[in-house]
């Protein structure tokens, strides 16, 4: 079915950058959204963001707004995650996530999951 490859994670200081990437492959839908969410240690996983991928709507947490920007790359099936003027608390494991339809927020709407990628933002 559908398998979604995220990467793009690392160490990055705070206030600096990092873009992360997701690739979906396999079948697709008519209709569907892509999301990120984020889990650190001892913490639920959060919904940071995620976009429609037909009409390139966007949504964002408001703890990210301002700060991170998604878009995606239709040809290459693959939404990407900015993210600016990062701080100690985005370090997280951020998780790709797609659904069929419009965007949810709540994580257990969505039925696709990348494996994860590792954003650790020091001091």
């Known amino acids: 079915q559908v398998q979604l490859a995220d990467s793009g994670g690392g160490l990055v200081q705070a206030g600096g950058s990092l873009r992360l990437s997701c690739a979906a492959s396999?079948?697709?839908?008519?209709?569907?959204?892509m999301g990120w969410f984020r889990q650190a240690p001892g913490k639920e996983r959060e919904f940071v963001g995620a976009?429609?991928?037909?009409?390139?709507?966007?949504y964002y947490a408001d703890s990210v707004k301002g700060r991170f920007t998604i878009s995606r790359d239709n040809a290459k099936n693959t939404v990407y995650l900015q993210m600016n003027s990062l701080k100690p608390e985005d370090t997280a494991v951020y998780y790709c996530?797609?659904?069929?339809?419009?965007?949810?927020?709540?994580?257990?709407?969505?039925?696709?999951w990348g494996q994860g990628t590792q954003v650790t933002v020091s001091t």
């Open positions: 996530a797609a659904r069929r339809g419009s965007f949810r927020s709540t994580l257990a709407e969505y039925d696709y």
């Open positions: 396999g079948r697709t839908f008519s209709s569907y959204a």
């Open positions: 976009i429609n991928w037909s009409g390139g709507s966007t």
